[in-house]
């Protein structure tokens, strides 16, 4: 039958179909029923547990065993041996260490060394442990050279001319430098100069006197001329400081071979014998002879 009024039969291509949704399904519960089976027994790493005891244990006897040696009785300084000294009391050094009834692990051997070091007549210490119980001092004292004199004031000083509150003795034959003229310092101190005292150690230790036949009696220093080394029989050398030291002590030899040069080199006075009384060879080549 036809569709009278056209419209309900589209070969339903503009038809819609729609799909019904399904119903919603109820929340379903589920009731948990008893397991009868046990649980596993809980698995202990006795191993582990074991090393871990005994790295405990170790590192507590570590800790009690350092303790005990240092504040134990043990390892104590019982003995100090003080070596090398003369004019220092070994008495005294002991006791500025501080070091008697030390723990051995403590003691501060640098410390120790400076305080010892401190002392008038000392110039350098060492300190080590003896084992178990001793601690070993070793003493380097000032050792006098000679002796710097400035007037009535007399001073002893050592090899580089340093002034020395105590020292052990210089030699019995030690020289003494004699300076003239304004001795002091600002502070009126007496002030030995380093250059001349090391010209005359170096004079006395190379031999130098003993080539040139020479023997000195003395020792002079003034500020504006320098050393003068005074000899017995014969003129004086000036040497004003340690420069072009082996120059010096060359020309200087030349001429004592050559007594006729002295002779002639200073015009006699009517009736005496013309004397050179000093070589100077503070002006190089230019020696001047008076």
Avoid at 30 to 43: C, N
Avoid at 111 to 123: G, Q, R
Wanted: aromatic share 8%; net charge positive; with cysteine.
């Amino acid at each position: 039958m036809a569709n009278p009024f056209g419209f309900l039969n589209r070969d339903n291509q503009n038809v819609r179909r729609v799909t019904p949704r399904p119903a919603a399904m109820p929340p379903r519960y589920y009731e948990r029923t008893h397991d009868s089976r046990q649980a596993p027994p809980l698995a202990i790493a006795w191993r582990r547990v074991g090393i871990l005891s005994a790295i405990f244990l170790a590192t507590c006897g570590l800790l009690y065993g350092t303790g005990w040696l240092l504040t134990g009785d043990t390892l104590r300084v019982r003995t100090i041996a003080v070596e090398g000294v003369q004019v220092t009391d070994p008495q005294t050094i002991a006791q500025v260490v501080k070091l008697g009834g030390e723990s051995m692990f403590l003691v501060d051997t640098a410390k120790a060394a400076t305080a010892v070091a401190k002392l008038p007549a000392v110039k350098a210490a060492t300190v080590t442990r003896v084992w178990p119980h001793g601690v070993r001092i070793d003493v380097t004292e000032h050792q006098a050279w000679g002796y710097w004199q400035t007037g009535p004031q007399r001073v002893v000083i050592d090899a580089d001319g340093r002034i020395l509150q105590a020292s052990r003795p210089p030699a019995a034959d030690a020289p003494t430098v004699a300076e003239l003229g304004a001795p002091k310092d600002a502070s009126g101190n007496v002030a030995p100069d380093p250059d001349t005292v090391r010209l005359i150690d170096r004079l006395r230790t190379d031999g130098a006197f003993g080539r040139l036949n020479v023997k000195p009696t003395g020792f002079v220093f003034q500020r504006d001329r320098g050393l003068t080394v005074m000899v017995a029989n014969g003129p004086a050398a000036i040497f004003g400081d340690s420069s072009n030291y082996d120059f010096k002590v060359k020309t200087w030899e030349a001429l004592l071979r050559e007594p006729q040069a002295l002779a002639s080199a200073a015009p006699a006075k009517a009736g005496a014998k013309s004397v050179v009384s000093e070589i100077d060879l503070r002006f190089g080549r230019n020696v001047v002879l008076r």
